[in-house]
C-alpha cells in the first residue's frame, strides 16, 4: 500500500474540513492497496480486520463522503455491485456480458461521442458511472462459431 497516496488524500480531506477518524483512514487504506476497483462488501471487510465493531453503514456514509470530496468515484460494471476507484484514476469500462471480463480503456476513447451529444444534443453525458457492456474477443468468436 502506498503510505504517500493515503498522506496525501487525508491531507486533503483535512483541508477540506473533513474530521480524520480511524475507520475513515481504513477505509482510505483500503481503496489504495486495492489498486483498482474495489466493491464497498471488500472495503468493510478490510475495515473490520482492524475495527470490528465498524459496520458495513459506516463504510457506505465514508464512501458517500469521498465521493462527494472528489476523493473516489464508483461504477457499476454490468449487472454487479457498484465498485470504487480513486478518481484521479479515471478510465472507462469496456465488461463483456458472458465471462465478465472488464476491460479499462482510457478516457479519451469516449471524448470523441461524449462531445458530439454535447454539440448536437446540447446534452452532458456523466460516462463514469456506467460500462460500456458487449463481448471479448473470445466470446464474440466462440458466439460467431455456433
Wanted: charged residues 25%; proline residues 2%; negative net charge.
Amino acid at each position: 500500500m502506498s503510505q504517500g497516496k493515503v498522506q496525501k488524500i487525508v491531507q486533503i480531506l483535512r483541508e477540506r474540513g473533513v474530521r480524520i477518524t480511524p475507520s475513515r483512514r481504513t477505509v482510505v487504506e483500503a481503496i489504495v492497496s486495492a489498486n483498482g476497483h474495489v466493491t464497498a462488501d471488500e472495503i468493510s471487510e478490510a475495515v473490520e480486520s482492524k475495527f470490528p465493531e465498524i459496520h458495513l453503514s459506516t463504510v457506505y456514509r465514508t464512501l458517500d463522503m469521498l465521493e462527494d470530496s472528489g476523493i473516489v468515484d464508483h461504477v457499476h460494471l454490468g449487472h454487479g455491485k457498484a465498485v470504487y476507484h480513486l478518481k484521479n484514476e479515471m478510465h472507462r469500462h469496456l465488461v463483456c456480458e458472458k465471462c465478465s471480463m472488464v476491460i479499462e480503456i482510457s478516457e479519451d476513447v469516449l471524448a470523441p461521442l461524449l462531445n458530439e451529444v454535447k454539440e448536437k444534443w446540447h446534452f452532458t453525458l456523466k460516462g463514469d458511472h456506467f460500462a460500456l457492456l458487449g463481448l471479448c474477443e473470445n466470446c464474440s468468436k466462440e458466439f460467431e462459431n455456433h
